[in-house]
């Protein structure tokens, strides 16, 4: 056993197959990749990395009483993620967003995962069957480990939330027939909250979806002209990067230059020139037990229902973006 660190779950004693997974070349390449695709070129500070997440989302699956196996299929469950993560879906147009998904097996199958699995007497394809893992993944509305700890990393890296506020909510979560889900309606009005901040305040600002859009274009144009193939997707954001700047393409080097924090940006839906179609929902609607009753906490909370009603209206909506200067 090894003790690691979070800044969010704090110290933890983790298993020996898990503590060589940590050290795998297929996990150390997570250092590399931002979850949030472009935003660390438009804002430094929005630099949180698929590494940070994996590990998290294993301590809090561990902490919510998860077996080794499922803690191994949460460190591992971003580790197919491309060079800037759902970025590629935009570039190859994938309109699921899952492009990961699509190869995860074939990098799993790639990597030194399975010879390290094997040591410790597991199989490595248990990972891809992701119904057993019902703390690790569920499908929304519901509440899981995955999308809880992107929602608290993020906010509380970049100052929207407190760590009192995210340490209030922890103690709060709990576990039922393994479900995950919360012990009071202040608890579950919080992480909605927080959620649509997540998902509609900062992955739909007006600079996150520049930065989306710019890259996506820059990509575009790299694979045309051949200057990146798609093998290159499979190292991380830095080779890709270098790639990009040293490839000498005068058009692909004016648009790399716009990616800044400095760029005045307006949101218009009579002259603009980024539109992003609105149309996926991505609602939450937490469970909660108390008095041995479970019920979803639209219906314990008129505060949660009204939020969800904002939250689908703002979802269904197109983002449109003028550029005003770069």
């Given at each position: 056993?090894?003790?690691?660190?979070?800044p969010?779950?704090?110290?933890?004693?983790?298993?020996?197959?898990?503590?060589?997974?940590?050290?795998s070349k297929?996990?150390?390449?997570?250092?590399?990749?931002?979850?949030?695709?472009?935003?660390?070129?438009?804002?430094?500070?929005w630099?949180?990395?698929r590494y940070?997440?994996?590990?998290?989302?294993?301590?809090?699956?561990k902490?919510?009483?998860?077996?080794?196996?499922e803690?191994?299929?949460?460190?591992?469950?971003?580790?197919?993620?491309?060079?800037?993560?759902h970025?590629?879906?935009?570039?190859?147009?994938?309109?699921d967003?899952?492009?990961h998904?699509?190869?995860?097996?074939?990098?799993?199958?790639?990597?030194?995962?399975?010879?390290i699995?094997?040591?410790?007497?597991y199989?490595?394809?248990?990972?891809?069957?992701?119904e057993?893992?019902?703390?690790?993944?569920q499908?929304?509305?519901n509440?899981c480990?995955?999308?809880?700890?992107?929602?608290l990393?993020?906010?509380?890296?970049?100052?929207?939330?407190?760590?009192?506020?995210?340490?209030?909510?922890?103690?709060?979560?709990?576990?039922?027939?393994g479900?995950?889900?919360?012990?009071?309606?202040?608890?579950?009005?919080?992480?909605?909250?927080?959620y649509?901040?997540?998902?509609i305040?900062?992955?739909?600002?007006?600079?996150?979806?520049y930065?989306?859009?710019?890259?996506?274009?820059?990509?575009k144009?790299?694979?045309?002209?051949n200057?990146?193939?798609?093998?290159?997707?499979?190292t991380?954001?830095?080779?890709v990067?270098?790639?990009l700047?040293?490839?000498?393409?005068?058009?692909?080097?004016?648009?790399?230059?716009?990616?800044?924090?400095?760029?005045?940006?307006?949101?218009s839906?009579?002259?603009?020139?980024?539109?992003?179609?609105?149309?996926?929902?991505?609602?939450?609607?937490p469970?909660?037990?108390?008095?041995?009753?479970?019920?979803?906490?639209?219906?314990?909370?008129?505060?949660?229902?009204?939020?969800?009603?904002?939250?689908?209206?703002?979802l269904?909506?197109?983002i449109?973006?003028?550029?005003?200067?770069?």
């Amino acid at each position: 056993m090894i003790t690691i660190h979070d800044p969010i779950y704090g110290e933890h004693d983790i298993d020996d197959v898990l503590a060589e997974l940590l050290q795998s070349k297929a996990v150390q390449r997570l250092q590399k990749i931002h979850q949030g695709g472009a935003s660390f070129l438009v804002n430094p500070t929005w630099n949180v990395t698929r590494y940070e997440h994996s590990v998290g989302v294993m301590i809090l699956v561990k902490m919510l009483g998860g077996s080794v196996e499922e803690q191994i299929a949460a460190l591992l469950h971003d580790v197919s993620h491309t060079a800037f993560s759902h970025i590629v879906d935009h570039v190859l147009e994938e309109q699921d967003e899952d492009y990961h998904e699509q190869i995860f097996m074939n990098v799993i199958e790639a990597s030194d995962i399975p010879s390290i699995l094997q040591r410790y007497g597991y199989d490595y394809r248990m990972i891809e069957k992701w119904e057993q893992w019902t703390l690790l993944e569920q499908p929304l509305p519901n509440l899981c480990a995955d999308r809880i700890d992107y929602t608290l990393r993020d906010l509380y890296t970049y100052g929207m939330i407190s760590k009192q506020e995210m340490c209030s909510f922890l103690e709060d979560v709990t576990v039922h027939n393994g479900q995950i889900c919360l012990q009071s309606v202040q608890a579950a009005e919080w992480f909605t909250e927080a959620y649509y901040k997540e998902t509609i305040d900062f992955f739909l600002h007006p600079l996150n979806s520049y930065g989306y859009y710019i890259l996506t274009k820059v990509l575009k144009e790299a694979l045309q002209k051949n200057i990146i193939h798609l093998s290159d997707f499979s190292t991380d954001d830095e080779t890709v990067l270098h790639l990009l700047r040293n490839c000498g393409d005068c058009v692909i080097d004016k648009m790399l230059s716009s990616l800044h924090s400095k760029v005045v940006l307006e949101e218009s839906d009579t002259e603009y020139d980024i539109c992003y179609k609105g149309g996926k929902e991505r609602l939450i609607d937490p469970l909660i037990y108390i008095n041995d009753m479970m019920q979803r906490a639209s219906v314990a909370s008129p505060f949660v229902k009204q939020c969800n009603e904002k939250a689908k209206k703002q979802l269904k909506q197109n983002i449109y973006v003028k550029i005003k200067s770069v």
